[in-house]
């Protein structure tokens, strides 16, 4: 029931996916309060608002509230980006991964565009960047023409990291309010 077989042989994903990425995201009940906060975000900014987790080398999106240039962003709910672009993955590689060092021993790194950092020098002052400010602002990195910014979110009881709170649009609009 995970697929189905259309009638020229080509195949697609079946509903079954569907309820199970729901009960995936019901199981987070961790962050059951976030849609509200997402959502106001959203709304008095007019900019796409992404809640990610740490997977692994990678920043995934487990839920947003949708701005008016949504249908630039390149991450939406269930996909992920790595660690060394974009708002959320470089908070994540910031604050939330164990070993940056050892993931930047891995440069450099494909770009996405002309203005992804890619060597181990810039990745580097970024996070000294961003650990000091406690933010990091991505403009252009990921898509030519959009900006983020991003900020880490830390468990309240343990003050281990827990996330990181993206909003993202149009680079001009995001980096004249910054």
């Not at 900020?151 to 980096?175: H, I, M, N, Q, Y």
């Amino acid at each position: 029931g995970l697929v189905e077989l259309l009638a020229d042989s080509r195949i697609k994903l079946g509903l079954r996916w569907v309820r199970l990425a729901d009960a995936a995201r019901a199981g987070m009940s961790e962050w059951a309060g976030a849609r509200k906060i997402l959502d106001d975000l959203a709304g008095s900014t007019q900019q796409t608002i992404f809640l990610t987790v740490p997977r692994g080398d990678e920043a995934m999106c487990i839920d947003w509230a949708r701005g008016e240039a949504i249908n630039v962003l390149l991450l939406k709910p269930g996909r992920s980006l790595p660690l060394y672009v974009g708002a959320a993955g470089r908070v994540t590689l910031a604050f939330g991964h164990s070993a940056p060092e050892d993931y930047l021993a891995r440069a450099p790194f494909p770009p996405f565009t002309d203005r992804t950092l890619t060597t181990t020098a810039q990745l580097a002052k970024d996070i000294k960047s961003t650990r000091s400010q406690a933010y990091v602002v991505s403009d252009g990195d990921v898509t030519e023409g959009i900006g983020a910014i991003g900020a880490p979110l830390f468990w309240t009881t343990a003050g281990r990291f827990a996330g990181a709170l993206s909003l993202a649009g149009l680079a001009e609009e995001v980096t004249e309010r910054h």
